[in-house]
């Protein structure tokens, strides 16, 4: 069997050498690009099954190159991690709008990223094997059943809700804006995106206790939280 191919498109000397480590160590084989052109070039070149993409970089963005490969047929589908210092929280979320899969914030424990990068490498590798039971929080979606239930109760959410739900259970702890959720759990249906406020309301009400979860992202939007604060 081949070996996974990891695109590391990192600026940092110091980064790019315990990436290269770990990911060595798991098993992968790396290829490393210390600027934007060159690490596209790469990835449109070697078609790696993952990309570890820095979002400052010199020549070309993170952003850019996210876009670029999510344009093109062939890169579409590459599953990316963005890295991203803390400063620039609001870029992550631009990052999602232009399609990174995932993302750690610098500074990032390895094990965390290794993680994450199982996560994704299994998603590509069976997408048709998305779970269709996700749980978190108490809460416990079965989506072949559209079912949702909060400690074993079932509750009754609108379709809308329902993919809201999901969008933000599949991912714990994202922050999504408004438009993300807009985007991928509205769908095809016209809404204004303040219209989300109101099904996430909604949404809330009927988790009862659960709905705490769901909490609300000053300036940005809502993210799932398993775990509360203080618990
Ligand atoms: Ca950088």
């Given at each position: 069997?081949a070996q996974t191919?990891?695109?590391?498109v990192e600026d940092?000397?110091s ?7 770990n990911?060595?160590?798991e098993?992968?084989e790396?290829?490393?690009a ?13 078609l790696?099954d993952?990309i ?5 970089l010199?020549?070309m963005?993170?952003?850019?190159i996210?876009?670029e490969?999510?344009?093109s047929?062939r ?5 990316i991690?963005?890295?991203?210092a803390k400063?620039e929280?609001?870029?992550q ?7 990174a899969d ?5 500074p990032f424990?390895?094990?965390?990223l290794m993680q994450r990068?199982?996560v994704?490498?299994?998603r590509?590798a069976?997408?048709?094997l998305e ?12 989506k072949?059943?559209?079912?949702v239930?909060v400690?074993g109760?079932?509750?009754q959410?609108t379709?809308t809700?329902f993919r809201?739900l999901?969008?933000m ?9 408004r438009?993300?959720?807009?985007e991928s ?6 809404v204004?995106e ?6 996430i309301?909604a949404?809330r009400?009927?988790l009862?206790?659960a709905?705490?979860?769901i ?7 809502y993210?799932f ?7």
């Amino acid at each position: 069997m081949a070996q996974t191919k990891i695109l590391v498109v990192e600026d940092e000397p110091s980064l790019i050498e315990v990436l290269t480590y770990n990911l060595q160590r798991e098993g992968y084989e790396v290829i490393v690009a210390k600027e934007g052109r060159e690490g596209l070039r790469k990835a449109q070149m070697r078609l790696p099954d993952l990309i570890i993409l820095d979002l400052m970089l010199p020549g070309m963005s993170g952003l850019d190159i996210c876009r670029e490969l999510r344009a093109s047929p062939r890169t579409a589908k590459l599953p990316i991690i963005m890295l991203t210092a803390k400063a620039e929280e609001t870029d992550q979320v631009v990052g999602f709008a232009v399609g990174a899969d995932d993302y750690v914030t610098k500074p990032f424990s390895v094990k965390v990223l290794m993680q994450r990068i199982k996560v994704l490498l299994r998603r590509a590798a069976n997408p048709e094997l998305e779970s269709d039971i996700i749980e978190a929080g108490g809460i416990k979606i079965d989506k072949r059943g559209h079912e949702v239930s909060v400690h074993g109760e079932r509750v009754q959410l609108t379709p809308t809700e329902f993919r809201l739900l999901e969008t933000m259970m599949r991912q714990v702890g994202r922050a999504f804006t408004r438009h993300d959720l807009m985007e991928s759990a509205v769908g095809d249906t016209i809404v204004l995106e303040r219209t989300i406020d109101v099904h996430i309301k909604a949404l809330r009400r009927k988790l009862g206790v659960a709905g705490q979860r769901i909490e609300t992202v000053r300036g940005i939007g809502y993210r799932f939280q398993a775990e509360r604060k203080g618990n």
